[in-house]
């Protein structure tokens, strides 16, 4: 199981506040934000292009939602989408915001001027009704003005937070209205719908923080630490320290316990850099190696490949010739070097996959990619027209057949 990412709840709000502008762009956080901008585009649909948007909205107050659940239960990072991290409450609180919205809405267009009683309430009581219904899913306690009072009173001063946010957001629609003729519409509605999205799942992250850091005050026992312990990430924790205070003493015996910990699960990535400073110290250079080959397969498995590219470059320090033990690694990491400008490992990797797997269906796709890069550079075009008349040889009916002998006119013409 892949590494739970925690906040402490004792962690200060100035310094998660500061964070909380880069959660909503963190892992799943800026797809989800990104795809519910671009679901506005659903109400250019005909006939049913109003529902269409209420839908896009009461989806993004529900992943919101869900967000504010998973930051109130201690992890740090957004939640993926579909994780129904609040369930059912979620969607009430969805629905609320939706009603609140149309309210807002209606009121400005039958009775402007009631809106200054309207949006002082709104901006007041949301944060107080969301978080009610983190603590218990309750619709009719979440939606009492008692409740609302308790719950500000129990935050104190923090509690203006998610409420400037809340105003900043309404200033937000305020703008989007204002200034929506200074951009066509179909420009527009993205980038706004982003910035709303993004404010949204701010707030609500921010609302996370504050029941998180106050779970104990109001009865609530955060996940997060709970599910560490069960997959024994805590004991990963105490594992490398004993570890690193033994091999002072016997460093043979830490790392049989750290292979032996190696062994049994995945393994966070303490453990294994642990592992491999003790084997670089005890100058065990192949077992660098087959363990290098076992990391790079457990990163690839936890779509953390560029690290796993890391330890390529690591290995390659001990063994020139080393390159991931499976095709599709080999590839897959191939590629990731080529699109992140890293030509050397690129070819390295390229390479390796031709020699190993030189009738591999793929193969003909990474001889591209090597001539290519070689190609680029004057001193080697002469070896990238070779290996692209092998590649042509070899493989004269594949798809790429046409790509390869395409760059082989464009490398013989500068030649």
Same mark, same amino acid.
């Given at each position: 199981?892949?590494?739970?990412?925690?906040?402490?709840?004792?962690?200060?709000?100035?310094?998660?506040?500061?964070?909380?502008?880069?959660?909503?762009?963190?892992?799943?956080?800026?797809?989800?934000?990104?795809?519910?901008?671009?679901?506005?585009?659903?109400?250019?649909?005909?006939?049913?292009?109003?529902?269409?948007?209420?839908?896009?909205?009461?989806?993004?107050?529900?992943?919101?939602?869900?967000?504010?659940?998973?930051?109130?239960?201690?992890?740090?990072?957004?939640?993926?989408?579909?994780?129904?991290?609040?369930?059912?409450?979620?969607?009430?609180?969805?629905?609320?915001?939706?009603?609140?919205?149309?309210?807002?809405?209606?009121?400005?267009?039958?009775?402007?001027?009631?809106?200054?009683?309207?949006?002082?309430?709104?901006?007041?009581?949301?944060?107080?009704?969301?978080?009610?219904?983190?603590?218990?899913?309750?619709?009719?306690?979440?939606?009492?003005?008692?409740?609302?009072?308790?719950?500000?009173?129990?935050?104190?001063?923090?509690?203006?937070?998610?409420?400037?946010?809340?105003?900043?957001?309404?200033?937000?629609?305020?703008?989007?209205?204002?200034?929506?003729?200074?951009?066509?519409?179909?420009?527009?509605?993205?980038?706004?719908?982003?910035?709303?999205?993004?404010?949204?799942?701010?707030?609500?992250?921010?609302?996370?923080?504050?029941?998180?850091?106050?779970?104990?005050?109001?009865?609530?026992?955060?996940?997060?630490?709970?599910?560490?312990?069960?997959?024994?990430?805590?004991?990963?924790?105490?594992?490398?320290?004993?570890?690193?205070?033994?091999?002072?003493?016997?460093?043979?015996?830490?790392?049989?316990?750290?292979?032996?910990?190696?062994?049994?699960?995945?393994?966070?990535?303490?453990?294994?850099?642990?592992?491999?400073?003790?084997?670089?110290?005890?100058?065990?250079?192949?077992?660098?190696?087959? +363990?290098?080959?076992?990391?790079?397969?457990?990163?690839?498995?936890?779509?953390?490949?560029?690290?796993?590219?890391?330890?390529?470059?690591?290995?390659?320090?001990?063994?020139?010739?080393?390159?991931?033990?499976?095709?599709?690694?080999?590839?897959?990491?191939?590629?990731?070097?080529?699109?992140?400008?890293?030509?050397?490992?690129?070819?390295?990797?390229?390479?390796?996959?031709?020699?190993?797997?030189?009738?591999?269906?793929?193969?003909?796709?990474?001889?591209?990619?090597?001539?290519?890069?070689?190609?680029?550079?004057?001193? +080697?075009?002469?070896?990238?027209?070779?290996?692209?008349?092998?590649?042509?040889?070899?493989?004269?009916?594949?798809?790429?057949?046409?790509?390869?002998?395409?760059?082989?006119?464009?490398?013989?013409?500068?030649?």
């Amino acid at each position: 199981m892949p590494r739970i990412e925690m906040v402490s709840a004792d962690t200060p709000f100035g310094e998660r506040f500061a964070a909380g502008f880069g959660y909503p762009l963190r892992g799943a956080g800026l797809a989800t934000c990104t795809a519910l901008a671009l679901a506005h585009y659903a109400s250019f649909l005909p006939a049913i292009g109003t529902l269409a948007n209420l839908l896009v909205w009461a989806a993004t107050w529900r992943y919101a939602a869900d967000c504010m659940q998973h930051t109130a239960n201690g992890y740090a990072n957004p939640p993926d989408v579909g994780a129904d991290e609040a369930g059912t409450a979620g969607w009430a609180l969805a629905l609320i915001h939706l009603v609140a919205a149309l309210l807002f809405a209606a009121c400005a267009w039958l009775a402007p001027s009631a809106l200054w009683l309207l949006v002082p309430v709104l901006v007041l009581a949301l944060p107080a009704i969301d978080m009610s219904l983190a603590f218990d899913g309750n619709v009719l306690l979440a939606l009492n003005p008692a409740t609302w009072w308790r719950i500000a009173l129990g935050f104190g001063g923090a509690y203006l937070v998610p409420v400037a946010i809340n105003l900043l957001l309404g200033a937000m629609v305020a703008v989007a209205m204002l200034t929506s003729a200074l951009l066509p519409r179909f420009l527009a509605l993205p980038l706004y719908g982003f910035a709303y999205t993004w404010l949204i799942v701010l707030a609500f992250h921010l609302m996370g923080v504050l029941i998180h850091q106050r779970h104990e005050r109001f009865g609530l026992e955060p996940e997060a630490p709970k599910l560490a312990k069960a997959i024994g990430q805590d004991e990963d924790s105490r594992l490398v320290d004993e570890a690193r205070t033994l091999a002072g003493s016997d460093p043979m015996a830490a790392l049989r316990q750290l292979a032996e910990r190696l062994r049994q699960r995945t393994a966070p990535a303490p453990v294994h850099q642990l592992y491999r400073e003790l084997l670089r110290r005890q100058g065990l250079r192949d077992d660098l190696l087959v +363990h290098g080959q076992i990391w790079i397969a457990a990163l690839i498995a936890q779509n953390e490949a560029r690290r796993a590219l890391g330890v390529v470059q690591e290995c390659c320090t001990i063994d020139p010739a080393f390159v991931p033990d499976d095709p599709r690694t080999c590839g897959e990491l191939a590629d990731l070097a080529d699109r992140l400008g890293m030509a050397r490992l690129a070819i390295h990797l390229g390479r390796g996959y031709l020699a190993h797997w030189p009738r591999d269906e793929r193969a003909p796709h990474y001889g591209l990619l090597v001539a290519r890069l070689l190609g680029a550079q004057a001193e +080697h075009r002469v070896e990238a027209v070779v290996l692209l008349e092998k590649l042509a040889t070899a493989w004269p009916e594949h798809p790429l057949r046409k790509d390869i002998a395409t760059l082989q006119r464009q490398l013989v013409g500068t030649a």
